[in-house]
């Protein structure tokens, strides 16, 4: 059976890849904001579950036997949902509001059941970690931003990379905060009939 990531997130890869799967990669390239446009009632939860599922059906192919699994990250931070700041301004003016405080990263997860190039069955869910931000200095953030890791992940942080010196600690998933909940993930795929064992490298 295969495990397809609607990804490019190296995060994400990283995170099953550790945890014994070896996912096939197609990054989805759908319009984000096209798609947090369209959500009625639009929650931070309905916005991330929307993401994520839109991006895992949007790499459905012709397949025989597969999961596919579709994820977004967003932080939910002084009543404002927000994803990759994209440019240095804009990661410089987050940081000055995030240092000290406290924010919930939220990971939206869809796993779909595709057999004979068709989907089944989905599973859709939603992880939320607490995170409480340290306290760097100008000249911190500056290096950081310099880095250009902040640009191109959820919130201007990570907690697996350079970001995590600035993060102080989390109550929740931490496999969550690097983009993909790895106890969520279970629990979708079992919903749609699948057992993560099943998706387990051979050590053999």
């Avoid at 495990?3 to 096939?24: C, K």
């Avoid at 999961?67 to 949902?81: A, K, N, P, R």
């Avoid at 995170?131 to 911190?140: D, I, L, M, Q, T």
């Avoid at 989390?170 to 496999?175: A, F, Q, R, V, Y």
């Amino acid at each position: 059976m295969e495990f397809i990531l609607a990804s490019q997130s190296p995060a994400r890869l990283g995170v099953l890849r550790t945890a014994g799967i070896d996912p096939v990669v197609r990054v989805s390239g759908v319009d984000e904001d096209a798609v947090a446009d369209a959500v009625v009632d639009p929650t931070p939860e309905r916005v991330v579950a929307a993401l994520a599922e839109a991006k895992a059906r949007t790499v459905v192919a012709v397949r025989d036997n597969a999961v596919v699994v579709g994820c977004d990250s967003m932080l939910h931070f002084d009543g404002e949902l927000v994803g990759k700041p994209k440019s240095a301004d804009v990661a410089r003016a987050r940081w000055a509001k995030l240092v000290g405080g406290t924010g919930e990263l939220l990971t939206g997860h869809a796993v779909l059941r595709v057999v004979d190039g068709q989907v089944v069955d989905t599973a859709v869910g939603v992880q939320t970690t607490t995170v409480r931000f340290g306290s760097p200095s100008e000249a911190e953030i500056d290096a950081y931003i310099a880095s250009g890791e902040p640009l191109e992940v959820a919130g201007a942080f990570t907690l697996d990379g350079l970001g995590g010196w600035f993060v102080e600690g989390i109550d929740g998933d931490p496999s969550s905060v690097i983009g993909i909940s790895l106890p969520l993930t279970r629990r979708l795929l079992a919903a749609v009939g699948v057992s993560v064992t099943q998706l387990w490298r051979s050590t053999r």
